[in-house]
């Protein structure tokens, strides 16, 4: 089983401000079949981004993913209040799919 | 528009039995893979296992292989989740999520039902 480890567990930044969140696999992620969530209070969560760096349906372009193979980041450029939530990365080119365990984005 | 609805919440004790749904509508259930994800509180999501209602194909994580049974039933647009004996530690969130191409495993969650919070005591 692929163990995704997320950092760092709680980001806390302005308005305006660049966040990069890291997601390191165990072991090479097939075809870097990695997504990005964001999941807000009392929410389902939402897909971000999917094969590491494709963005969404109606996703804002300030969300972009890279990497690829073992580490993988999400960055959001331009922080906005609207984006304080938990941000899970899951890998899907792998039996079973797992998710990390998550970072909090908080917005000062 | 795609839509998934889950049933209500439930309270049930230690040693009950349970079975949720998730209502699809907006595409063709029969042809798109569709799996549950558990949150147990104040936690992060896990993966349980995905089902593709054309031919009840079903994959488990092995975390949760014999411990629930997936089904759907395709002539009503819905899947489900089942326990034949509950205990404390189900108590959870529970979401169902519809894959993104049709007829692939190898892809991520793209729509979400409202989640469907199961308390176990």
């Not at chain 1, 981004?49 to 073992?70: E, H, K, N, V």
């Amino acid at each position: 089983e692929i163990v995704l480890t997320q950092s760092p567990g709680t980001l806390s930044l302005s308005p305006g401000e660049r966040a990069t969140l890291s997601c390191r696999a165990s072991q090479s992620v097939n075809s870097n079949y990695l997504a990005w969530y964001q999941q807000k209070p009392g929410q389902a969560p939402r897909l971000l981004i999917y094969a590491a760096s494709s963005r969404a349906t109606g996703i804002p372009d300030r969300f972009s993913g890279s990497g690829s193979g073992t580490d993988f980041t999400l960055t959001i450029s331009r922080l906005e209040a609207e984006d304080s939530a938990v941000y899970y990365c899951q890998q899907y080119g792998n039996s079973p799919r797992t998710f990390g365990q998550g970072t909090k984005v908080e917005i000062k | 528009e795609v839509q998934l609805v889950q049933s209500g919440a439930e309270v049930k004790k230690p040693g009950e039995s349970l079975k949720i749904s998730c209502k699809g509508s907006g595409y063709n259930f029969n042809s798109y893979w569709i799996g549950w994800v558990r949150q147990m509180p104040g936690k992060g999501l896990e993966w349980m296992g995905i089902i593709y209602p054309g031919d009840s194909d079903t994959r488990y994580s092995p975390s949760f292989q014999g411990q629930v049974t997936i089904s759907a039933d395709k002539s009503i647009s819905t899947a489900y989740l089942q326990w034949s004996s509950l205990k404390a530690s189900d108590t959870a969130m529970y979401y169902c999520a519809k894959l993104t191409r049709e007829g692939s495993t190898w892809d991520p969650f793209e729509y979400w039902g409202q989640g469907t919070l199961v308390t176990v005591s």
